[in-house]
């Protein structure tokens, strides 16, 4: 048993890189495309969720920070290591001396296994490295189980961004990482009674992750080898959690009591789906609207002085596209998408997939803000460089690096990157100007952002999403009478990539981007 793990490899880039290693296996194994992690989004929780069966509640490893000796949540059993039964330990117990092997990029990964119960066990500094010690390993003692975890993809995710050209060609070199594993196995004559497994830890969304997102909290998993149906398309619900429970039953070993994981049965040669498997109505694949998602840039876009052109297309060339203008979920019965069509004025665009069958799709949707340039619009930005931040850093004490005029409350890369120190990309930044309200009542401000924000409206803090975290989304409430009212954001970088994104609701105001057109820079 080989078990692959690629840190941070999304879905969408098996599918989009060139990976022709993964894509072989998909079509003579069996393939789980959405397979859901566990919350939050991150590292440490589904690497030990992926070796433990079992979730964070079970656990106790709640986020990156994990150490045995200051978690605030212990493992509800524990071996004497003093950590939750993994699959190393369980198959030790069954396997008293079997040879069982860990290598892997991140030193991290360590702390999350009982070493005692490891015949290999070692950290290596790159994935060149990491695979090919790993690979020595296998022909040499050709283990009953083996784990390899490369690093290189979420690395790639975090600095150029998930996505990216950059990140697929991280995605193309684990491929063939892979690849140089598959040949290993049959190097050592393991090939007609080796199963592999290839999975990751989660996904991501622009410079991160950690969030409740689609993009972020679902990765693939795919089953090759020995036992394994060809060509298959998992239909079972499975979870991160469930990887352990299903290494357990190929080796026909029995799991512990506090696993929840269950095992991918249907992904084995004369097992069936569930009997009990409820599928509800099956979804398609979104329509995309352009300009689309890219990086932390929310779909549509901002338009100073001219109209916006939206365009739409379906994943399935038969299904139709029905859409709204008004931020009203569409239904069959919405307006039927044909040709690109133009707004003049600024609108939350939501879109949906239907099929034939009758089936539909998540709704997708994008934010359109028309501004003039002429009108008085903007925030005054204020830059500041920092050093160890690991919270919002008392802005009344220090001195901008450097300021102007933003649109909207956002942050562009290509501006801040040339600010940064070369050592370091701590920053903060305060945006300030005054929000034009229509209509009076109650509304609900949220910040998204990667790391720490808070907002303030009429000098009231409404959104508190400090300290540092990847892309958190918090809110707030507020009552406002018609009018301008003073409007304040305030954020910091502790390192890696960055983002921000404010979004509003109110009467008559489906929840949406703070658009350009409503700030201002003074109050008439």
């Given at each position: ?38 919350l ?5 929780p ?7 069966g ?8 709640l ?35 079997a ?27 790159t ?18 189980f ?6 290189d ?35 050592a004559?393991?090939?007609?009674n ?90 398609i ?5 352009y ?17 916006a052109?939206?365009k ?36 939350v ?12 799709s ?34 009344a ?41 229509d209509?009076?009542g ?5 910040t ?22 990847g892309v958190?989304?918090?809110s ?44 201002f820079?003074?109050?008439?």
């Amino acid at each position: 048993m080989v078990v692959i793990g690629i840190d941070g490899m999304s879905p969408d880039g098996i599918r989009k890189a060139k990976s022709p290693v993964m894509h072989k296996m998909i079509a003579g194994g069996a393939v789980k495309w959405n397979v859901r992690t566990v919350l939050p989004s991150s590292s440490s929780p589904n690497w030990a969720s992926l070796i433990m069966g079992a979730g964070t509640e079970a656990h106790g490893i709640l986020d990156n920070d994990w150490e045995m000796d200051n978690a605030t949540l212990p493992p509800v059993v524990s071996g004497k290591s003093g950590l939750f039964p993994t699959i190393f330990s369980v198959i030790r117990r069954s396997e008293p001396s079997a040879p069982i092997a860990a290598a892997y990029q991140w030193e991290g990964f360590g702390r999350l296994i009982e070493s005692g119960d490891l015949s290999f066990n070692k950290p290596f500094k790159t994935e060149d490295s990491t695979a090919a010690e790993f690979i020595k390993y296998l022909v040499k003692k050709q283990p009953v189980f083996a784990f390899l975890q490369l690093d290189d993809v979420d690395g790639a995710g975090h600095g150029e961004g998930h996505g990216t050209p950059a990140y697929y060609l991280a995605v193309a070199k684990a491929d063939s990482l892979i690849g140089e594993v598959v040949k290993g196995i049959k190097d050592a004559g393991m090939e007609s009674n080796t199963l592999v497994i290839i999975v990751a830890d989660h996904g991501g969304i622009g410079y991160g992750h950690g969030g409740a997102t689609l993009a972020e909290a679902e990765v693939a998993m795919i089953f090759y080898g020995s036992g394994m149906k060809k060509g298959y398309q998992i239909r079972q619900q499975v979870y991160t959690y469930d990887l352990a429970a299903s290494i357990a039953f190929a080796l026909k070993i029995t799991p512990p009591y506090a696993w929840t994981g269950r095992p991918v049965k249907s992904a084995f040669i004369n097992f069936d789906e569930p009997e009990n498997l409820w599928m509800g109505k099956e979804v398609i694949a979104p329509p995309t609207i352009y300009p689309d998602k890219y990086l932390y840039a929310q779909a549509g876009g901002l338009y100073i002085d001219q109209p916006a052109t939206v365009k739409m297309a379906a994943a399935a060339a038969k299904d139709e596209i029905r859409y709204t203008t008004t931020g009203k979920q569409p239904d069959k019965n919405s307006t039927l998408y044909g040709p690109p069509f133009t707004l003049d004025r600024s609108a939350v665009v939501k879109a949906r997939a239907f099929d034939k069958k009758g089936n539909e799709s998540l709704t997708v949707t994008a934010y359109f803000r028309i501004a003039k340039s002429n009108a008085g619009n903007g925030l005054k930005t204020s830059f500041y460089t920092g050093k160890e931040w690991k919270h919002l850093p008392p802005f009344a004490e220090l001195t901008p690096d450097k300021t102007w005029i933003s649109p909207e409350f956002n942050l562009s890369k290509a501006q801040l990157q040339p600010l940064l120190k070369k050592d370091s990309s701590t920053f903060a930044v305060a945006m300030e100007g005054y929000i034009d309200i229509d209509v009076a009542g109650e509304y609900t401000f949220y910040t998204q952002s990667d790391d720490g924000s808070q907002l303030f409206v009429k000098d009231q803090k409404v959104v508190d999403n400090n300290d540092s975290h990847g892309v958190i989304e918090r809110s707030g409430k507020i009552y406002l009478a018609q009018g301008r009212h003073a409007i304040r954001a305030n954020y910091f970088n502790e390192m890696g990539g960055f983002w921000l994104d404010a979004f509003y609701e109110g009467p008559g105001l489906v929840k949406q981007l703070i658009p350009a057109g409503k700030l201002f820079l003074n109050t008439q």
